[in-house]
């Protein structure tokens, strides 16, 4: 099932959650679309920048040179830098799974083992000037068994707030529930 | 060590004042006063009247760029998303557990982000 959420800047975005077996269950955030609005303003600035140079230096390869920018720009962006969606496999005795998908098609993909995987926590922690709610993997300390050597952050990109982060949250304790009661 | 006045406190405010006053009466005859006529008394080795308006000038810019630099460093050693400094520290890993004891107000001590995520987020049963 689908429902709406907003993210930490205001913008709106969605969270899909498929069940798709007692102990595996995916949940997919969906990150605020690119603005068509902000696309122009950028592309508008840089080329109004351009022409302001064309004028002073009457060199019309400036002009081109812009227009490659621009292009290049919009290319390298929405191929490394705007995640289209984030999602979280959780798979009851196998691990965890961690998909970006970008806007341009690229996925990227981690794979933690249930070994290593302490506890799934929101955690709340000063990010730039605001304080904010993340959920985060918290990843055991081999040696000291109440320790914990790493934190992997979630949804680094689509930052939603905290009631879209309380029914990941949820739905993530329920399937590390089980392998308290069922360890083998 | 209270803040309440001493005789000691009066005297050591006139002497700062004395010196304060006198110290901004040399700068301004240093800063004004034309160099012939400080040469014609036979004072000679004064700095340059450049330094006059130059140190104000440093000293206004350094404290401008204070401001930043205090912002700069803060910014710079908040600790990551992704550090376990967010979530303990040293004086929590070897906090000591006290006993339990009936009837009596459990002792203070950090408590695990798992156990508090768990009362905050979880319905009770």
């Known amino acids: 099932e689908e429902r709406r959420y907003r993210s930490a800047s205001g913008a709106p975005g969605a969270l899909r959650r498929r069940q798709h077996s007692a102990s595996c269950r995916e949940l997919a955030v969906r990150c605020p679309r690119l603005q068509l609005r902000s696309l122009s303003a950028v592309t508008s600035a840089v080329w109004l920048a351009a022409y302001g140079l064309f004028v002073l230096t009457e060199n019309s390869t400036v002009l081109s040179a812009a227009i490659f920018i621009t292009l290049f720009g919009l290319i390298i962006y929405l191929h490394f830098v705007k995640v289209d969606q984030e999602s979280l496999l959780v798979i009851g005795s196998l691990g965890i799974q961690v998909t970006s998908s970008y806007a341009s098609g690229k996925e990227s993909t981690t794979f933690i083992e249930m070994g290593q995987v302490k506890d799934v926590v929101i955690n709340e922690a000063i990010h730039m000037q605001k304080v904010i709610y993340y959920l985060c993997i918290l990843l055991q300390d081999p040696g000291d068994p109440q320790g914990v050597s790493e934190v992997v952050p979630l949804f680094q990109s689509s930052k939603p707030r905290l009631d879209c982060l309380i029914e990941v949250y949820k739905s993530c304790q329920e399937i590390l529930e089980q392998r308290k009661t069922a360890p083998q | ?125």
């Not at chain 2, 006045?5 to 006053?21: D, V």
């Not at chain 2, 009936?102 to 319905?123: G, K, Q, T, Y």
């Open chain 2, 1 to 125: 060590n209270s803040p309440a006045p001493l005789p000691e406190r009066a005297i050591y405010g006139f002497a700062l004042f004395l010196g304060s006053w006198f110290g901004f009466m040399l700068y301004v005859i240093w800063a004004y006063v034309p160099e012939t006529w400080l040469f014609s008394l036979g004072l000679t080795y004064w700095p340059q009247k450049y330094w006059a308006v130059a140190l104000p000038m440093y000293l206004l810019v350094a404290i401008g760029i204070g401001y930043i630099l205090l912002f700069g460093i803060n910014m710079m050693s908040t600790a990551p998303l992704n550090s376990t400094h967010t979530i303990t520290d040293n004086y929590a890993k070897k906090q000591q557990q006290k006993k339990f004891q009936e009837e009596a107000i459990p002792a203070l001590r950090d408590i695990p982000i798992s156990e508090v995520n768990r009362m905050f987020f979880l319905p009770e049963k």
